[in-house]
């Protein structure tokens, strides 16, 4: 033991004599020049290049038009009617005071002044989770069936899940620009996830049994996935849509940085302007859209007249 310290301090010694008390810059390999140039290769390229002209820019215009036509269904419905949709839906589960008040957390943007940005921030969700759906069954699906694709996905889902939501926009600025289709791509990528996951975890989990039944009278593999597999799979799934929308709404805020607007840039006003009365409003009112989605994803799941949800 004495020996290991007296090493250590000799070292110590050695760093202060040679004058190398921070990390020597010759090791510098200076990653940020090519992501430069990388970034100037797609200013002069946005336009003609094929991969923008056939895949990118046609993947934003189609998830711009996504969020404006939500945005536009949902300013052409009555104040009411979304209130009254969700009643209904929660009243399944015949708790009538959680219904009550999960209509009320609809109305509440209105009622304190930010119900056209929460109608941006909805739209958005909506389309991102819509996405997310596209994409996560049936990936969760392959990687049920396929244990290979299953252990290659799980170090991407990993990370993705790892990497801060903020590390994700400057490549989403890089190659989409910004505005409220960048946005919601960044979401989709944080969000995702928890789609595959439990998705690949309901198909895991359904008996045996249930499926050598199906195979007994003679059902083929997608006939055994679609009518045995699937169905048995929807709770794990609605679980999965539930936790991807929340998800969701934790980058609302971070997601202002590259344009998303709504809710989440109203609270950063709010903080620029140091004002913590509309800044408490608006940060309950990205609360009551989390609590309704919750609340209506987990009735959607509920067997009808439960008690527990």
């Known amino acids: 033991m004495k020996r290991r310290i007296s090493g250590l301090f000799v070292l110590i010694i050695l760093a202060q004599t040679l004058g190398t008390r921070g990390f020597p810059d010759s090791l510098n390999i200076g990653l940020a020049e090519p992501i430069t140039n990388l970034q100037s290769w797609v200013r002069k390229n946005r336009n003609d290049h094929w991969m923008f002209e056939f895949i990118l820019n046609p ?11 939500v945005e ?8 009411f009617v979304p209130a009254i949709i969700v009643f209904a839906i929660v009243a399944r589960t015949r708790r009538w005071g959680l219904a009550t008040f999960t209509a009320f957390a609809v109305i509440y943007p209105g009622v304190v002044g930010v119900w056209s940005q929460s109608i941006v921030t909805i739209s958005l969700m909506a389309v991102a989770v819509f996405i997310c759906v596209l994409i996560g069954v049936p990936l969760g699906v392959l990687a049920a069936l396929k244990p290979r694709v299953e ?24 190659f989409f620009g910004i505005g409220p289709a960048p946005a919601a791509i960044a979401t989709v990528i944080y969000a995702l996830p928890p789609m595959v996951r439990l998705t690949t975890l309901g198909i895991q989990q359904v008996p045996k049994s249930a499926v050598e039944a199906a195979q007994m ?91 527990r949800v």
Do not use: C, H
């Open 59 to 69: 993947f934003v215009s189609v998830v711009n038009f996504g969020l404006d036509s």
């Open 72 to 79: 536009a269904l949902f300013t052409w419905l009555p104040w």
């Open 151 to 174: 252990v290659a996905l799980r170090p991407i889902l990993d990370g993705m899940q790892t990497v801060p939501a903020t590390v994700y926009l400057i490549p989403i600025v890089l």
């Open 217 to 307: 009278f003679g059902a083929t593999k997608r006939q055994i996935l679609a009518k045995v597999q699937l169905p048995l799979a929807v709770p794990s799934i609605i679980t999965g849509i539930n936790q991807t929308v929340m998800m969701a709404l934790g980058i609302v805020v971070i997601a202002t940085l590259v344009g998303a607007g709504g809710l989440g840039q109203e609270i950063n006003q709010t903080v620029r302007r140091l004002e913590p009365g509309r800044g408490l409003v608006v940060s309950l009112a990205v609360v009551a859209v989390a609590l309704v989605l919750d609340r209506v994803s987990m009735s959607l799941v509920s067997t009808p007249g439960a008690r």
